[in-house]
């Protein structure tokens, strides 16, 4: 490790520089401002000792541009004078930690390892971090992918309140964790809480936590969901599937920001970024009187909706090859490929588990077949031999004639597109309209041509 050390006594450079020298750090030194910055562009140190009173540039104003060029180094300053009142300017500025003179050279290297260990657990947290975003990351070509993508990138840095909606299996979760990594909190907790899976006498002290003696079996105090998210973000899941009577107390939580344990009578105070989830249609659930009215338009302040995978059939060759890549991995089996005719009828299967039924149709083919190319064969039967069917049952699925005549016109021209090898003019003598029409209705469905091949 980098060590830059700064002071105009040369008595206590050399000091410093022997001690750490003598610890395994590679140690440059510096004695005074300019030429501190000076080194410090070539040498990039990991931590800098710095001297707060030299002739020039003072410790305060070198500390300030370390910081401007690289935050992530830790600044330990050193000082003759006491004095309150510029520790605390220091420390305002990102100063790691304040030693007084007369050093103690044991009292140097402390602060040294301990700023060395602040260091490398930061750079532990980006690099998970960093997997993190890697792990969640919005996979897709389509318009609409884009399009969220985009709507991520704006919304994630406020405070607003989000309801995704979709089917299961479109990623509701995903979208809801790369909110929460582009946010001002995505250092803090990121909490799930699946309101379908927790039995309905259990979800109050799942979601409030309780105190020790609630009720029998409460031996300890426990802390719930909302504590566990205090300073990042909740995750309600399927919140369509709350009883009315706990959607009444999470109310009561989202406009006050405090709750009550249960069997307790201390209110506590939260704050939590809320994100809702449901693949139901909360509107008609309200109609039927299954869902608060206060609560969806508390919650609904940003509304995303993830249209099902078979809406974007550009997006499953993306998926296709990006589950290949991980499972190959995950499982140490050699390198795969899916034949074309495998491709097309993945692509024209209607997917009503979305992408986790693709994803774990993936595994299961990296898995179990046995040669280095995925063939027609190896696909199940139901894709393989209902491939018809399915495509029927998935019209039929939508909720009025109307969505289900677009929804067929749709794949048909995005069928006949590929079958002329995305050549408009080719397509609409096909299909017998115009090409202006042909064109109209492809804008319309936001069907996307990579370049028309005339």
């Known amino acids: 490790m980098k060590v830059l050390v700064v002071d105009d006594e040369e008595s206590i450079r050399t000091a410093i520089e022997g001690i750490l020298k003598d610890e395994g750090y590679n140690v440059h ?33 070198v500390l300030k541009r370390i910081k401007e060029k690289k935050p992530a180094t830790e600044v330990i300053m050193i000082s003759g004078h006491g004095n309150v009142e510029v520790a605390v ?13 007369p050093l103690s050279l044991e009292k140097v290297l402390l602060a040294v390892s301990h700023a060395l260990k602040k260091k490398n657990l930061q750079q532990a947290n980006r690099n998970l971090l960093e997997k ?30 989000i309801l995704i ?12 964790r790369n909110v929460h990594l582009l946010s001002k909190r995505r250092d803090s907790a990121f909490v799930e809480v699946n309101c379908a899976a927790i039995p309905e006498d259990l979800i109050e002290s799942e979601l409030f936590g309780y105190e020790k003696g609630a009720f029998t ?28 009577r706990t959607q009444a107390k999470v109310l009561r939580i989202l406009q006050e920001q405090s709750f009550m344990r249960v069997g307790g009578t201390e209110n506590i105070q939260v704050d939590v970024r809320v ?13 039927k009187g299954n869902f608060r009215e206060d609560l969806y338009y508390r ?19 993306v998926f296709i090859d990006f589950f290949l890549n991980v499972y190959t991995t995950e499982t140490g089996k050699r390198s795969k490929s899916i034949s074309r005719e495998a491709r097309d009828m993945l692509k024209t299967y209607t997917w009503p588990g979305n992408v986790r039924e693709l994803k774990n149709l993936i595994e299961r083919l990296v898995i179990m077949s046995p040669g280095e190319m995925i063939g027609v064969n190896d696909l199940p039967d139901y894709i393989r031999k209902g491939k018809e069917t399915l495509q029927f049952n998935g019209v039929i699925q939508t909720s009025s004639l109307k969505a289900a005549r677009q929804r067929f016109e749709r794949e048909f021209i995005l069928a006949k597109l590929e079958k002329n ?10 299909i017998g309209i115009e090409r202006s029409s042909l064109y109209r209705k492809i804008k319309s469905y936001n069907i996307e041509i990579a370049e028309e091949k005339d």
């Open 299 to 317: 919650l609904n302040v940003i509304p995303f909706h993830i249209p099902s995978l078979r809406e974007r059939s550009e997006d499953i060759p």
């Open 132 to 161: 993190m975003e890697k792990k969640y990351e919005l996979i897709g070509v389509s318009k609409v992918v884009r399009v969220l993508k985009e709507q991520i990138e704006t919304v994630a840095p406020t405070e607003g309140w």
């Open 29 to 61: 030194l510096a004695s005074n401002g300019e030429a501190a910055l000076k080194v410090f562009d070539g040498f990039t140190p990991d931590i800098v000792l710095l001297d707060i009173w030299m002739p020039g540039l003072d410790g305060i104003e």
């Open 165 to 176: 909606t979709g089917e299961n299996g479109t990623g509701k979760e995903l979208i809801a």
């Open 421 to 430: 090898n995305g050549n408009i003019s080719k397509t609409a003598d096909s």
């Open 89 to 101: 300017k220091a420390t305002k500025l990102g100063a790691y930690d304040f030693i007084e003179k």
């Open 275 to 287: 994100i809702a989830a449901t693949n139901k249609d909360l509107k008609v659930e309200m109609e």
């Open 217 to 244: 079996g409460a031996n300890v105090r426990k802390e719930g969901k909302f504590d566990k998210a205090n300073g990042g973000t909740i995750f309600l899941d399927e919140i369509g599937d709350m009883s009315l």
